[in-house]
């Protein structure tokens, strides 16, 4: 199949139409906010959209399914995930079944939105401009807990990139802490790589 946002919009509703209607509307507000984000950071607009409707479409799978298809694949498993939160694979499920599920005549591209999938969950330490736009618009999607953060960035209140990406980290290890909860300490690598720069 070949890489476009009507492709896109098929494979979204394949997942997670019937079985997971929340996240399919999420990730349907997840992609209008890659848009946007993408028009105000100058990243190719339809790559942002395709990687936003598509980032969690391994969520419609079970704890199990997601464990034995990590396995099948050789995907990485870090202890965090296999002992505290088996979903926060998803993210690298969604990057497989993206992969699984378009040609790969164009390899670079396959790979640049495939990579932006998989990092949405908790970054990585080399996020490209559209793995942080993903990463962004999934948290600050009308619905989630960083929505008021959208108008800040909108309006241009925020305009360094790596610098909502940073805010949006600590509110989550905030909101963890706050509910004791331990974090993805992936994060913190991120952050690392983050504040870095
Ligand atoms: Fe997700
Ligand atoms: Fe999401």
């Known amino acids: 199949m070949e890489i476009t946002v009507e492709n896109a919009i098929i494979v979204l509703k394949k997942y997670l139409k019937k079985t997971n209607k929340e996240k399919f509307k999420h990730s349907v507000r997840v992609s209008k906010v890659c848009e946007i984000l993408a028009k105000k950071w100058n990243v190719p607009v339809e ?4 990687a936003g409707l598509l980032h969690d479409i391994g969520k419609s799978f079970s704890k199990q399914e997601i464990l034995k298809l990590c396995l099948e694949h050789n995907i990485t498993i870090y ?18 079944l993206f992969k699984k599920e378009f040609d790969n005549t164009n390899l670079e591209r396959l790979n640049y939105i495939a990579k932006a999938i998989d990092a949405h969950v908790s970054g990585n330490s080399n996020m490209s401009d559209l793995d942080k736009i993903v990463f962004i618009a999934d948290n600050v999607e009308p619905k989630k807990d960083d929505s008021m953060m959208l108008p800040l960035i909108q309006f241009g209140e925020i305009n360094n990139i790596n610098e909502c990406v940073k805010i949006i980290i600590e509110r989550k290890i905030k909101r963890a802490k706050k509910s004791k909860r331990v974090h993805n300490p992936l994060l913190d690598n991120t952050l690392e790589s983050i504040e870095e720069r």
Do not use: M, P
Request: charged share 30%.
């Open 47 to 50: 790559d942002a959209k395709i």
């Open 79 to 96: 202890d965090f995930e296999l002992l505290e939160n088996v979903k926060a694979l998803h993210g690298r499920i969604s990057s497989l």
